[in-house]
């Protein structure tokens, strides 16, 4: 003890940086104190059916300014290696945050290696992407940020550009306690902002809350949505429910739905080294489904109808194939759905009564960079 | 000397063979089903490894409207061996406790622990590991839940993996 003070106070540079460290420590405390006063808490907004089954890490409470940066930061180029491309580029907002692409193409031209996914109620998603790899916002951004195909520039340098704007600085000093901009907040205000981008204003919605009747089209399309067949009792359905259901028309369950017999992406299995994964994608939600062509994980379908048709005829059998997908038919003994032209066009009815425009235009989520060369 | 180095080479070399090799037969896959979470004795179990527990079994009808037979271990006896708050030990805010139970497509189901434990009911839920004297099938197996008393078997889950025991918050 008697030696360690005595180095303490002979030491002097040593001294005066832990005295310095200290400094920074409590004054960073009382500005984290003051933020708390200062950054105001943002309450999400969800219908009560949707349900609250869903976590906000402990260390990024969603806050105004905070969400406000990550929705600069969404539109921001500079996060991309040649300053070319924002998380926009293959998530726009006026087709639910899809690309309209089967592939997108990444900062240095090369294309990504799957479907760009909508980003709607991302709040509810426990495990993002086709595969679920990511368990959760803040860590998923890393990868389309460092990602070669998508904006390929290492985290640090995206803080070393953000630091060296006169815009950002401020910004990040309001939403977090910092003079300097790090890693960590470049994830957290993303993540912040997508934690908002919640869609609950579409035609399904205003019906399940009572305020919209659909068209006879529409509930039939409903009806076939929702039911398993049952040919014995003269039930006829699409059973897409079972994986596709609930008012969030989101399940987080992953299946191989009969794309292939033989898969050349293995899906969930590449994560979780389980065999009995091949192949198997997270289901998607089919929130504003009439928006986001093309489809699968390798957008293999461009239309509603091949889709559909998949579905009803052209499901390949493999060890992994959903058992939700084997031996249901409208046809007694029947070998595939078998579902009627008339009963596609219902289904196609009513799964445009999950186009959300309001999602699709509010002006919370667009860029508010002013655009310069419109 | 150039001799012992390419021994130790030549050891590096079969040990990464042996890590392949070790990594292709988990990719195979013998699946595990993993007991976590309030227990004393963490389990990562095998088919095989249930060998060694009393087998039981229970005719019930399945969604497809037949009659199959299902084997394979009481699910109370699983907890016990993880060293759960079973039997004496369940009470107090012991009751508070549930089982989440995930299958590998994401799906789960709970059970309250005094809905598995013998002091509290005569029914038996098994950890069921063959159907009609086969081992499950891909997408049903190695392991499901079978559930007697339940009209409904939405709780019967397919293909699980984990089972972790916690209390409620």
Redesign the interface.
Known sequence: MKNFLKTVLTNRPGWLKVSLVCAVFISCGLIQSFRAKNAEPYVLQYPANFGSRFVIPEGNPITKEGIYLGRLLFYEKALSANNNISCESCHQQKLAFTDGKAFSTGTDGSLTARNSMSLANLLWVRNFFWDGRSPGLEDQAKFPLTDPHEMGQPLSESARKLNNTTLYPPLFAKAFCSSVITEDQILKALSQFERTLISAGSNYDRYLAGNYQPTAQQFRGMQLFESGPDPKSGIRGANCGHCHGGVKTFKELFHNNGLDSVATDIGREQFTGQSTDRARFRVPTLRNIMLTAPYMHDGRFSTIEQVLDHYNAHIQQSPTLSAFLQDISNDPGGKNLALTKDEKADLTAFLGMLTDSLFTTNPAFSNPHPVLNP | MSKTKFSKQSIAASLLLLLCAA?SS????T?TLSISGEVTTPLELKSADLASFKQVSHKVKDRDGKEHEFSGVALIEILEKAGVTTGAKLRGENLAKYLLISA????EVLYSLAEIDPDFTDQVILLATTKDGQPLA???GPFRIITPNDKKPARWI??VRSIKVAFAK
């Open positions: 990594f988990f990719a195979q896959n699946a590998s497509d994401g799906y891909n997408g049903e397919r293909e």
